[in-house]
Structure formats: C-alpha cells, structure tokens
C-alpha cells in the first residue's frame, strides 16, 4: 500500500514508508513489511502496545537505528520524493524532519533557553532569527519563558519535555516525529502539550507522526491512526474510525481475530 492510497485524502505524502524490514544486532526482526505515510499537514498516530515497534519505526525514519546495533534491511522511505537511505540524520534535520526522542532528552546542566538555543544553531541563523525563533516557541510555551533561567535537569517532568519539543522547533522542521510524549506525566500536562500540538498544526501546517503507547491520548487529535502489533501493521485508517469501531481494545488485549488484519 502506498502512503498516497493509505493517506486517503487526496493529498501526496510529505513521508512515504513503504514495506520496511528493521533487525537488531543482525538477527532479531523488529519490523516486518511495515508501511506508512504522512501527507503535508496531517498529524497521523502510530499506536500499539509497548514492544511493537513504534519506537524502531521513528527511528528508521530519522535514520537513528544504528546508534542502536540496528539497520534497515528492506523497504524504502522517500522524504518528498527523495530516498532517505544514505542520508546522515542531521542530513534529514536540514531537510526537516525532527525527532523528538522518548526520555525527554535535555542538557540538565544548561538552562532552559540554552537548551532552546542548541536546536536553533543547527540552521545557522542570524542572531536577529535566533531571537525570533526563541521568542516564537516562548510563544507557544509560556511556562518555558517563566523558567527560561532554571537549570533544565531541575525542572519538572513535564517542563523538560516542553524543552524537548521546543528544541526541535527551534529547528523550523517541517514533520515533527514525537515518541511516547506522555510517558510518565500528569494528564493535565498531556493534555495541554497535545493542545499545543494540535495548535502547531492547524496554525501553522506542521506535519507530526506521534507515536504513542495511550493511544486514546492520541485520537483525539489525530487524523489517522497506524496500529502495530510485533512489528507488523495490523489495522489503520481514520482515527474517529478506529476508535469508534472498538478495534482498538480488541488489539491491545490481543484479541483481533486474524480476518480482521490488513
């Protein structure tokens, strides 16, 4: 299935994820026949329980499986149109796509705003941009400018994930791959960073896979939804669809009937 067919929407694939096999240390398969999509201004969820290989997914597409001991064995993955194989991940920053990588990975010895700054210098910018683009992510973090002097590594869970995600901004990118975003925070900080999220997107056309474990999190804000299972695809399509099919459930607790899979 190609993304342009998966999408459904009658808009091109900004990604296209097309039958990728994914192994570990050469022999464990972590992904197998896995395809996907995410056209110009979607936001698509990639849900299933842990262990199904959301995670390896983001990474294959960010081209950060070998950091891991892992490599990508078959398929493809075009990036507007351009095969993104043997491009370095920092190559695919340039051309925008950001991972915002599970853990909320912060500099815990830099402040907040110098956390914010490092994603900025990636691009190279005047420092006329750099303050712009600080004061635009303060914009869409106001609690982020309140603790833009405190120490990263000594603020809050949430707050540090802020940090995560506001640092990728800084980056300008163009498709925004979130792993597990509401790992280990209050829903009411879930809440609001998915609102800001869903913000980014409608306001300013940022493209976002997100994938999440919660997946009734996710739904809500999604326009479509990929289901993994051990690796495999087993359900997708509209994420109103899906979650009111009661699908979901069935998966999660391991009890679709094979006929269902797709």
């Known amino acids: 299935m190609t993304g342009a067919v998966e999408a459904g929407l009658g808009r091109p694939p900004f990604l296209d994820v097309v039958a990728i096999e994914a192994v570990y240390g050469a022999s464990i398969l972590a992904l197998h026949d896995v395809s996907l999509s995410v056209a110009r201004g979607e936001i698509v969820a990639l849900v299933g329980p842990n262990g199904a290989g959301k995670t390896t997914t983001l990474r294959a597409i960010s081209n950060l ?10 398929g493809t993955i075009r990036w507007q149109g351009e095969e993104t194989r043997r491009l370095d991940p920092a190559d695919l920053v340039a051309r925008g796509i950001v991972q915002v990588l599970e853990g909320r990975h912060v500099f815990g010895q830099l ?4 956390n914010l700054l490092t994603g900025g210098y990636l691009r190279r910018p005047s420092r006329r941009q750099l303050a712009e683009d600080l004061e635009r992510v303060y914009g869409w973090f106001p609690r ?21 995600i506001g640092r990728a901004l800084m980056t300008r990118p163009t498709l925004l791959l979130l792993d597990e975003p509401s790992m280990g925070l209050a829903p009411i900080i879930v809440a609001e960073i998915f609102a800001i999220i869903a913000r980014l997107n409608r306001e300013e056309g940022l493209s976002v896979l997100i994938a999440e474990q919660s997946a009734n999190l996710v739904l809500d804000h999604a326009d479509r939804a990929i289901v993994l299972e051990s690796g495999r695809v087993v359900a997708s399509g509209p994420s109103a669809e899906l979650a009111a099919s009661g699908r979901l459930a069935a998966l999660y607790l391991g009890a679709a009937d094979a006929s269902t899979r797709h």
């Open 65 to 74: 499986l070998g950091a891991q001991r892992g490599a990508l064995r078959g």
């Open 111 to 114: 402040t907040v705003e110098e």
């Open 144 to 164: 982020l400018r309140e603790r833009r002097g405190a120490l990263a590594g000594l603020t809050s869970g949430g707050e540090q994930q802020m940090v995560a």
